[in-house]
């Protein structure tokens, strides 16, 4: 599989970690949109939001808990926004399920 987020949860591409446990990941964007933008992927391969079955509603819950605590760690705990894209179309870009945390500025509605 040619999946770049797979990668980087090999080993195979570095990343900013700051976050990992044994079933997810969270690394620094390497394109910031915002003074904290974090990046929370799980570390089995899921190609986006639809790809999430009922037998995966634990891992999605993990994923919502650790980008709630990658805020705190990074200091914007209590003003975040989380955004998860599914398909090109919704502005996904890498077709691993993935949630983006960002915070340290104001949020300007709407956001696209």
């Known amino acids: 599989m040619d999946c770049l987020f797979c990668k980087i949860v090999a080993g195979e591409i570095p990343a900013d970690k700051v976050y990992e446990d044994d079933e997810v990941l969270a690394f620094r964007d390497i394109a910031p949109q915002a003074p904290v933008h974090v990046l929370v992927i799980p570390k089995r391969h899921l190609a986006g939001p639809a790809a999430v079955e009922k037998e995966d509603a634990g891992l999605a819950g993990r ?33 691993h399920l993935h949630m983006h945390v960002l915070g340290g500025r104001r949020m300007e509605w709407p956001p696209g």
Request: proline fraction near 0%.
């Open 63 to 95: 994923l919502m808990a650790v980008a709630a605590e990658v805020a705190r760690q990074e200091g914007v705990g209590e003003h975040f926004r989380l955004v998860v894209n599914n398909g090109a179309e919704a502005g996904q870009t890498v077709f």
